[in-house]
T-cell receptor, first 111, second 113 residues
Framework: DGGITQSPKYLFRKEGQNVTLSCEQN?????MYWYRQDPGQGLRLIYY???????QKGDIAEGYSVSREKKESFPLTVTSAQKNPTAFYLC??????????FGQGTRLTVV | AQSVTQLGSHVSVSEGALVLLRCNYS??????LFWYVQYPNQGLQLLLK??????LVKGINGFEAEFKKSETSFHLTKPSAHMSDAAEYFC???????????FGGGTRLMVKP
């Protein structure tokens, strides 16, 4: 089945740690995105990539980093510089303007 | 710049009643508009999309939405609510290269028995 796989589903981070969230797609989509979701705030764009080896900052990129070494993969690293990382993170991909396909999300909690 | 406003962060209806979730947008070019549904702790699933064809768009699970350019609206409706419709609904607009979706703040739909 084609789709987007995010892992892990739940992730716990200690203060000062970097953690990496995985996002893999087998839809052959060029564009991939990372969104952060907080209660009552909708989805906010962190980073996006339209092509391999290229990515751009979204609205809330500070404290996050990404890479796009393969078309299928777009991992997100939440660095220690992100002071409030507890949130639900969603990865998406698309091939044109018609729609984006979403993964099932990763819930990150700081302990 | 594009933006989306969803009126009402929470909407409560009785089972069998009409569902109306409101969405207004702003866009400098003809927009593509979307409604997504999210169940707890899950990703977003596309309900329906407007891509400049018919202004009345039918989606999954009995939902439909009407694009009204004069009102810059794209409200989501369903004639009769089911308990399984309880979820969060997001309206989104796309206008730029790279399919940049801008989302509204979401509306949580509650269905009372």
């Amino acid at each position: 089945d084609g789709g987007i796989t995010q892992s892990p589903k739940y992730l716990f981070r200690k203060e000062g740690q970097n953690v990496t969230l995985s996002c893999e797609q087998n839809l052959n989509h060029d564009a991939m995105y990372w969104y952060r979701q907080d209660p009552g705030q909708g989805l906010r764009l962190i980073y996006y990539s339209q092509i391999v080896n290229d990515f751009q900052k979204g609205d809330i990129a500070e404290g996050y980093s990404v890479s796009r070494e393969k078309k299928e993969s777009f991992p997100l690293t939440v660095t220690s510089a992100q002071k409030n990382p507890t949130a639900f993170y969603l990865c998406a991909s698309s091939v044109n303007r018609f729609e984006a396909f979403f993964g099932q999300g990763t819930r990150l909690t700081v302990v | 710049a594009q933006s989306v406003t969803q009126l009402g962060s929470h909407v409560s209806v009785s089972e069998g009643a009409l569902v109306l979730l409101r969405c207004n947008y702003s866009s400098s070019v003809p927009p593509y508009l979307f409604w997504y549904v999210q169940y707890p702790n899950q990703g977003l699933q596309l309900l329906l999309k407007y891509t400049s064809a018919a202004t009345l768009v039918k989606g999954i699970n009995g939902f439909e939405a009407e694009f009204k350019k004069s009102e810059t609206s794209f409200h989501l409706t369903k004639p009769s609510a089911h308990m399984s419709d309880a979820a969060e609904y997001f309206c989104a607009v796309s206008e730029g290269a790279g399919n940049m979706l801008t989302f509204g703040g979401g509306t949580r739909l509650m269905v009372k028995p």
